[in-house]
Structures are given as structure tokens and as C-alpha cells.
């Protein structure tokens, strides 16, 4: 089976990159920081967060998956002061329970400084 690439949306300026890769019954998401819809970084942690989740949404979305399809899951963090606020975050966005296997990691930074969260993951397209 070839390989399927998802594009990211227009409005967003990407570097060289699929936003999603289909190999098999796996989807690769790459690691997708907080824009919104109009290709903008808002300052807040929260905002990020919430934008992250529907740039994946819409990923798994067009790749015919959903949140529940999620099998791992890594979330990378410019500040650990974020980790409490971000597990809250999670839990609504990613849950109920079971959840996807995870990694958590807080990094000196991420390619625009503005950046507090990015998260890639990969699910499962095997129905």
C-alpha cells in the first residue's frame, strides 16, 4: 500500500512536512504546535492546548479516525510549570479512559519561541 500524505491546512506557514503520514493502518501525526485558524500563535497555554487538539481532530479527521484511535501520544512542553495545567487539559481532550500511551517532555524550546506545547502522535486505522 502507498504511503498517504495529509497537508496542513492553508493558513498555516509549515516547514517542509506532511501534517500526517498513512503507512498501513498507522497514521503519523507530526508534532503540531497551537495555531489557529488564521495561522496565528496566541500567548495563553491554554489557547495553545485547545488549538493543538482541533488541528488533530481535523487530521484524524480526514484521515476517517477520531481521538479514540490514538495509540501513542507525545507532548512536548517549553515550561514545566505547564505539566499540572496540561494533565487537566489532557484528560478532557484525550479521555475518557483508556487513554493513549504518552510521553511527556519539557525541552529547552520548540522552533518559534512563542511555542509552549507541540504534540505528535500516531493512531490506528485498523477498523
Not at 49 to 61: E, H, T
Request: proline share 11%; glycine share 6%; net charge neutral.
Amino acid at each position: 500500500m502507498p504511503i498517504q500524505h495529509f497537508a496542513p491546512p492553508p493558513h498555516v506557514k509549515a516547514p517542509p512536512l506532511s501534517f500526517a503520514a498513512r503507512a498501513g493502518d498507522l497514521l503519523f501525526i507530526s508534532g503540531i504546535p497551537g495555531f489557529d485558524a488564521k495561522g496565528a500563535l496566541p500567548d495563553g497555554f491554554e489557547a495553545q492546548f485547545a488549538n493543538v487538539v482541533v488541528n488533530i481532530k481535523r487530521v484524524l479527521d480526514e484521515a476517517g479516525a477520531t481521538m479514540r484511535d490514538l495509540v501513542k501520544v507525545n507532548v512536548l512542553l517549553t515550561r514545566a510549570a505547564d505539566v499540572a495545567a496540561m494533565n487537566a487539559l489532557y484528560a478532557g481532550a484525550f479521555g475518557p479512559p483508556p487513554y493513549p500511551a504518552r510521553t511527556t517532555c519539557v525541552v529547552q524550546a520548540l522552533p518559534d519561541p512563542k511555542m509552549l506545547i507541540e504534540i505528535e502522535a500516531v493512531a490506528s486505522l485498523s477498523k
